[in-house]
C-alpha cells in the first residue's frame, strides 16, 4: 500500500440477483482499449434489456392478479359444483349449505386482495398499452456500479435500496450502501444496484417527499408505481421489507403494502451512533430542561397532560419547548442541553447517545432513562424530578459509556439492520462495521484454552479469530495447529471463523510508524495474522493480559461513533489524537508494510 492512500468505503456492487438482467448485456464482446463500441449493437443490447424487464414485470402482474382471482366468488362456486359433480353423494348433500355460504359471502374480494387485484389488473393496462416512462426508455439496466472495474475495488457488506427518506438513507450510510428510488426511475436503479434488500419506509410515504400520499387513492398514479416496484423486486427474487415506523393514522391505507411485502417491522432503524454520540461534549452544559420537539396536538391525553403542567408553569421545573427541530440539527442540539422531557423512546436513546439525561413521559421502558416510580408520573412527582436533575453537575464521562454500550449493542443502526437481514433471510455477515477478526499468538493448546475463555466472556462476539501457531519451521507447526483449532471449536459453535497460519520470525515491526506506538517484537505476527483474515476490521489479542468483558464492545463503538481508522487508548476520552497504541484498526493498516498516512486516529480513554 503506497503512502497517502486512504482506506475508504466501497461504492455499491452490482451482483445478487439483480444481476442476471444486467447479464443480456454481456451477450456481446468488449471492445478492445480504444475502439468504440458499435452504436448499433449497443442499442439492440438495451432493446432486449427493456423487453426482458418489462416480460418479467407482466409475469409478476399476471401471477398477483391469477392469485387474486382464486379467491374470487366466480372461482369458489364453479369448484364447488365441480367437486357436486364429482362425489355426488358425498358433496352433493351439502351443495344446498355451500351454495348459501357462498351467496352470504358474495360482494368481491375486500382489504389488501382487493387492492392487490386492482392494482395488478391497472398495472397490466398499462403495459399492454405502451406506458413506458421516457427514462426507463432510454436508460439500459445492469450498468453496474462506478469504479466496478477498478482492481483494487472490493464490493461493500450491504446494499440497500427501496422507498427510504432522506434521515433514513443518512443513518444507514455509515453501514450499507444506499440507493433511494424515486417514482420516475424506481425500475431502472433497482436493476441496475444490484442491491441485497429492498425497504419500504412508511416515513417515506408521509407528505413532502417522493412517494407523498402513496397509499392515499387521490394519488392512484404514485400508488400504482410502489405495487409496481414491489412486485419488481419480488420478480428480481429481493426480499422486500416494509419498516412501519410512523403511527398508522400519520400514514394510513397502507395495508395492502404490508400485504404485498415478504415481511414487517414495526421497529425502526435505530440509534445511528456516527450522527448521536458524545464525541466533542462540553464539560459544561446547561441543565435546563428541554422538549425537543413541536408539541403535537394528537399527543395523548396523559403526556399532554403532564406537558402542560410543567411547561405553562413558572419555577425552576419549567420546560422549554424547542419547537419544530430539522434532524440534522437534532444532534448539535442534545450534545449542547444537559436534561430533555421526551416521550419518544427513539429521541430518548438519541438524547441518551449524545450524553444527556432523559426524563421518559411515557413509551414504555428505556434503559438509562429516569422513568416513574410507578406506572406513569403525576405532575407534582414530575416536577420534583426535573428540579433535583436540574441541580445536577452534567453526566460525566464514566457514566456517560455504560449506557451508550448498551445503546451500541441492542439499539444501534448496524443492530437493527442485523435484525432486518435476518428477517429477509439474509446472514448478519453482511454488516461489515461489526465484522472484527481478533489476532492472537497461541504456541500449545493451553493457550488455545485461555483464548477461547476469554473471548466466550466479550459481549460482541468476534466474526473471526487469527491465531497465529506453533514453530518456525511448517512440519512441527502442523500438530499445534491442529490442537489449537480443536480447542477453539466452542467458538466456531458459535459462528465465529477459525483460521490458524503458521508462526513466522524475522518479520519487520512496526515500531517507528508515524503517530502509533507499536510492539517491539522480533517479528511482526500481527502483520502475518492480518493478512490471513477475512474481516474488515481486526484487534490484536495479547496473551497474559486481563481484557475486561466490553474490551470489543468499547472499541467497535468507539469506531462506529468517530468513523475512525485506528481506536485505542491514548489517553483521551471519546476524542480524536494525534498519537495512540493501536486495539481496533483497518485490516489494512496491520497487514500492509507501509501503512497509509492520514488516518484518524480516535482514543476511547
Known amino acids: 500500500m503506497s503512502a497517502g492512500e486512504r482506506v475508504s468505503p466501497a461504492g455499491p456492487a452490482s451482483s445478487g440477483p439483480g444481476a442476471e438482467i444486467g447479464a443480456v448485456a454481456e451477450v456481446d464482446e468488449p ?28 409475469l409478476a402482474m399476471t401471477q398477483a392478479r391469477l392469485a387474486a382471482l382464486e379467491q374470487s366468488a366466480t372461482m369458489e362456486l364453479g369448484r364447488t359444483l365441480v367437486r357436486a359433480a364429482r362425489r355426488p353423494w358425498s358433496r352433493g348433500v351439502q351443495l344446498p349449505a355451500d351454495l348459501v355460504r357462498l351467496w352470504r359471502e358474495r360482494g368481491g374480494l375486500t382489504g389488501p386482495g382487493a387492492a392487490t387485484l386492482a392494482l395488478a389488473s391497472a398495472q397490466l393496462g398499462d403495459l399492454a398499452g405502451g406506458g413506458e416512462r421516457f427514462l426507463s426508455a432510454l436508460t439500459a439496466p445492469g450498468l453496474g456500479a462506478p469504479g466496478s472495474q477498478a482492481p483494487g475495488w472490493t464490493p461493500p457488506g450491504l446494499v440497500i435500496t427501496g422507498v427510504l427518506s432522506a434521515r433514513a438513507c443518512a443513518a444507514l450510510t455509515p453501514d450499507a450502501a444506499v440507493h433511494p428510488l424515486l417514482p420516475h426511475d424506481a425500475d431502472v436503479v433497482l436493476e441496475s444496484a444490484g442491491a441485497d434488500l429492498v425497504l419500504i419506509e412508511a416515513a417515506a410515504i408521509l407528505a413532502g417527499s417522493a412517494w407523498a400520499y402513496a397509499g392515499d387513492p387521490a394519488a392512484a398514479d404514485r400508488g400504482r408505481r410502489l405495487g409496481r416496484l414491489i412486485a419488481a423486486a419480488r420478480a428480481l427474487g429481493k426480499p422486500v421489507i416494509f419498516v412501519r415506523n410512523v403511527p ?6 397502507l395495508d395492502w403494502v404490508a400485504g404485498s411485502c415478504d415481511a414487517v417491522s414495526d421497529e425502526g432503524f435505530g440509534v445511528p451512533l456516527a450522527r448521536f454520540n458524545p464525541i466533542g461534549l ?45 434532524w440534522r440539527r437534532r444532534p448539535a442540539l442534545y450534545r449542547e442541553h444537559a436534561l430533555f422531557v421526551t416521550a419518544s423512546a427513539d429521541q430518548a436513546r438519541e438524547q441518551l447517545a449524545c450524553g444527556a439525561r432523559v426524563i421518559m413521559l411515557g413509551g414504555g421502558p428505556v434503559a438509562g432513562a429516569v422513568m416513574p416510580a410507578g406506572d406513569f408520573w403525576d405532575a407534582p412527582a414530575l416536577r420534583e424530578g426535573i428540579a433535583g436533575l436540574r441541580a445536577c453537575a452534567p453526566l460525566a464521562a464514566a457514566e ?4 451508550l454500550r448498551e445503546i451500541f449493542l441492542t439499539q444501534a443502526t448496524p443492530a437493527r439492520l442485523a435484525a432486518l437481514t435476518a428477517l429477509a433471510g439474509l446472514g448478519d455477515h453482511l454488516i461489515a462495521g461489526r465484522r472484527i477478526a481478533v489476532l492472537a499468538r497461541a504456541a500449545d493448546a493451553a493457550a488455545a484454552s485461555a483464548l477461547s475463555a476469554a473471548l466466550a466472556r466479550q459481549r460482541l462476539t468476534p466474526a473471526e479469530v487469527v491465531v497465529v501457531t506453533g514453530a518456525p519451521d511448517a512440519a512441527s507447526a502442523e500438530l499445534p495447529a491442529r490442537a489449537v483449532t480443536a480447542v477453539l ?19 519487520p515491526d512496526t515500531a517507528g510508524l508515524p503517530g502509533v506506538a507499536g510492539d517491539r517484537e522480533p517479528g511482526d505476527w500481527r502483520r502475518h495474522a492480518a493478512s490471513a483474515a477475512r474481516s474488515p476490521w481486526v484487534v490484536p489479542w495479547h496473551a497474559g493480559r486481563e481484557y475486561h468483558d466490553a474490551y470489543l464492545a468499547d472499541l467497535a463503538c468507539a469506531r462506529e461513533c468517530a468513523q475512525a481508522d485506528v481506536a485505542g487508548y491514548g489517553g483521551a476520552v471519546y476524542s480524536f489524537t494525534a498519537s495512540l497504541e493501536p486495539a481496533l484498526a483497518r485490516r489494512e493498516f496491520f497487514a500492509s508494510g507501509d501503512p497509509p498516512h492520514g488516518l484518524r486516529l480516535f482514543s476511547v480513554s
Open 282 to 326: 462540553a464539560g459544561s452544559r446547561p441543565g435546563d430542561p428541554v422538549y425537543a420537539d413541536a408539541r403535537d396536538p394528537r399527543e395523548p391525553p396523559a403526556v399532554r397532560a403532564l406537558l402542560n403542567a410543567v411547561t405553562s408553569a413558572s419555577g425552576p421545573g419549567v420546560v422549554r419547548v424547542a419547537g419544530p427541530v430539522p
Open 248 to 253: 398508522a393514522h400519520l400514514a394510513p391505507g
Open 400 to 403: 456517560i459509556l455504560p449506557v
Open 31 to 58: 471492445a478492445a482499449p480504444g475502439v468504440p463500441a458499435d452504436p448499433g449493437l449497443a442499442a439492440e443490447r438495451d432493446r432486449l434489456a427493456r423487453t426482458l424487464r418489462e416480460t418479467r414485470l407482466q
Open 489 to 507: 471449536g466452542d467458538l466456531a459453535d458459535r459462528g465465529v471463523s477459525i483460521r490458524s497460519v503458521p508462526l513466522v520470525t524475522g518479520g
